[in-house]
């Protein structure tokens, strides 16, 4: 099929499985993948009245690009906009609940179907649409193109891999990015790929998420836990994936020869998984204790599981040894600028695709270190604890790094302010 069609034949295929989403989405809140007090917002039907005056709506899929968007939910917020954030998770949605400042809302995004973009537009009548990364929904875009609302496309990324994809499907592609108005992207190679494919106005700015505050904690918590834990020697496996715990408990059983009071935190990616994970400790003679459970940190626990939401900020303050995951057993890596935030020696596996870039940063300047094996982490959280000075300055090279990057906010409000300017001297909307 020519890809010509495939934008029509695509929109005529949502419109038919439209009346077959009231299945889908009650299945994927069974699952546990929806909200199911909230599914009328997958369908456009908004949960909360629309503010008076000028609304900017920011999309991000999922917990990573919604928490970038952060920065510039606050400068728009300055700027005298109502912002109104959209994500599609869960996850995200209960991180973003604790995170948006005063003025910000959040609602699950409508399903890419006519009728459910079109009810949330007639709703929330956005003056502008700010996109993140590569969330490229085709009805969304056609449908806020077709009623003059300016769309931007900020932290933009095109992998190599998704570049080849959309080569095959040129007019498609190009279509759609022929709708946004501004594509500012993470790297120049993104930016390339992005202009190849047929964006008309692309720039290079930088990655919003070197700009995203530290995440907060819970000061009576934290202290509480820090009671808990008392003199024993720490470290974190951060946003851990299957198989990576095995390789955490194996590391842990390595090092408690030379420390026998070690205590490993260790926080999944997906804190659903808790039960299973302590079930796993015990088949390593391990005992594990659960914080989702209200277990307290005893003498005799080896391994406490942070299996909640929205609480690696405080997890990461415990220790400046951090293990981000999917990096050993998974594939692509975890966001590593949150704890650099907060001057951690991060540690990793060399699967880091997704965040390239950052990890590249922080290996050439001493402020990660890549590890292979069970072993070969063993080995290096060992080299830290022993090492106070080797500790110190991976930590303070980690912080700098990031703090160097930053920067990409300033140079997308600079971008965005012809919209802003113009919003401004036009007539107010009548509500």
């Not at 819970?218 to 946003?239: F, H, T, V």
């Not at 950052?358 to 060992?382: K, M, P, W």
Request: with cysteine.
């Amino acid at each position: 099929m020519r890809s010509a069609v495939l934008l029509p034949v695509y929109r005529v295929a949502a419109r038919g499985l439209t009346p077959f989403s009231g299945l889908f989405l009650w299945r994927r809140g069974r699952k546990g993948k929806e909200d199911l007090n909230r599914l009328g917002e997958r369908r456009g039907r908004a949960g909360l009245p629309r503010p008076e005056g000028r609304l900017a709506w920011l999309h991000g899929a999922s917990v990573g690009e919604g928490l970038a968007l952060l920065p510039l939910v606050s400068r728009l917020i300055a700027k005298g906009f109502h912002v109104l954030v959209t994500t599609g998770t869960v996850t995200s949605a209960r991180i973003l609940a604790q995170r948006l400042p005063e003025g910000a809302t959040h609602q699950f995004a409508p399903l890419d179907a006519p009728a459910f973009i079109e009810r949330f537009l007639d709703h929330w009548r956005p003056d502008l649409f700010i996109l993140a990364e590569s969330e490229i929904w085709p009805n969304t875009i056609c449908a806020v193109h077709a009623r003059k609302i300016p769309i931007t496309l900020v932290n933009a990324r095109l992998s190599p891999r998704s570049f080849e994809r959309w080569r095959r499907l040129p007019n498609f592609i190009s279509t759609l990015l022929g709708k946004i108005d501004l594509c500012l992207a993470q790297s120049e190679d993104d930016a390339t790929r992005l202009l190849q494919l047929g964006a008309p106005r692309v720039d290079a700015i930088g990655n919003l998420k070197y700009d995203v505050d530290a995440p907060p904690a819970n000061a009576a918590e934290l202290d509480d836990l820090a009671l808990q834990i008392g003199p024993r020697p720490i470290w974190i496996a951060a946003s851990t994936h299957p198989g990576e715990e095995a390789i955490a408990f194996a590391a842990h059983k390595a090092l408690a020869a030379r420390f026998p009071n070690l205590l490993t935190v260790l926080a999944p990616r997906h804190p659903h998984r808790g039960p299973e994970i302590a079930t796993e400790a015990a088949s390593f003679g391990l005992t594990a204790a659960l914080r989702s459970r209200g277990d307290r940190i005893r003498p005799s626990t080896q391994v406490y599981i942070g299996d909640t939401i929205g609480e690696l900020g405080l997890f990461y303050r415990l220790s400046s040894v951090i293990f981000m995951g999917k990096s050993l057993a998974g594939h692509g890596g975890q966001n590593p600028i949150e704890p650099a935030k907060l001057g951690s020696a991060i540690l990793h596996g060399p699967h880091v695709g997704n965040f390239l870039d950052v990890y590249d940063a922080l290996d050439s300047r001493n402020g990660s270190i890549q590890v292979d094996s069970a072993e070969d982490l063993a080995r290096q959280i060992e080299n830290l604890f022993t090492d106070p000075a080797l500790l110190r300055r991976t930590a303070a090279e980690s912080r700098q790094v990031v703090a160097e990057l930053g920067g990409a906010t300033d140079k997308i409000m600079r971008a965005l302010e012809h919209y802003i300017a113009h919003m401004i001297v036009s007539q107010p909307r009548a509500f």
